[in-house]
């Protein structure tokens, strides 16, 4: 069964500051990797979608880099801006059942003026 | 472009009641999905169809049941509300036969038990 893991839970920085974001999964077997953006009480906004085939994804401030070998995925936010704290979320979804997508619990990412 | 749209935005059940979750999709896409998220905690896949008249239950079907009628609809049912039924429920969609495409999420229904 795949698990995903998001670590740290929450984290905290002052605005300007690039910061990383981790997700890890156990199987390899993937076939791509979706991180989302959720605001307080709202739903779910796609950033950035890799296939398994890719390494990396960028769109403005953010990057998302995959590495299937070592179960890894970040997502990096350049320059960081109070509007970006919010919930993120890395989804994983297998090649054996294009159905169903495995959630991290997420990290809370707060931005400090 | 309405997107994915959830009606209702909140409620409120006492133990035992039902009611029905609507979720409706204008993107005219085949894959859709329902999924619950508890306080603090990520997505759980509830149900899920790739198209109409094809459902699978996810990981935690119990308590709900779901119907796909047509491309744009997929409602999903709670016949006797239980306050462990207390959570946000999203409703996703995306394009695509094998694996393909972002999932487009509705903004949730927060449904409280009493």
């Known amino acids: 069964k795949q698990e995903v893991t998001q670590i740290p839970a929450a984290l905290s920085v002052p605005e300007g500051e690039n910061l990383v974001l981790n997700c890890s999964f156990t199987d390899s077997a993937i076939y791509n990797l979706q991180w989302f953006r959720q605001d307080p009480g709202k739903g779910l906004t796609s950033l950035l979608l890799i296939q398994s085939s890719q390494r990396e994804q960028t769109s403005g401030r953010l990057n998302a880099s995959l590495d299937k070998s070592s179960g890894r995925s970040t997502l990096y936010i350049a320059a960081s801006q109070p509007g970006d704290s919010a919930t993120y979320l890395c989804a994983v979804r297998p090649n054996t059942n294009a159905g169903k997508s495995t959630f991290g619990d997420g990290t809370t990412l707060t931005v400090k003026p | 472009n309405a997107g994915v749209t959830q009606t209702p935005k909140f409620r409120i059940l006492k133990i035992g009641q039902s009611m ?95």
Not at chain 2, 24 to 38: I, K, L, S
């Open chain 2, 20 to 114: 029905t979750l609507q979720c409706t999709q204008d993107m005219n896409h085949n894959y859709m999905y329902w999924y619950r998220q508890d306080p603090g905690m990520g997505l759980k896949l509830i149900y899920y169809s790739v198209g109409a008249g094809i459902t699978d239950k996810g990981e935690v079907p119990n308590g709900y049941n779901v119907s796909r009628s047509t491309t744009e609809d997929f409602p999903l049912r709670l016949e006797l509300a239980a306050p462990s039924q207390t959570s946000v429920y999203f409703c996703a969609s995306r394009l695509g036969q094998t694996g393909v495409g972002t999932q487009y999420f509705g903004p949730g229904t927060r449904l409280t038990v009493l």
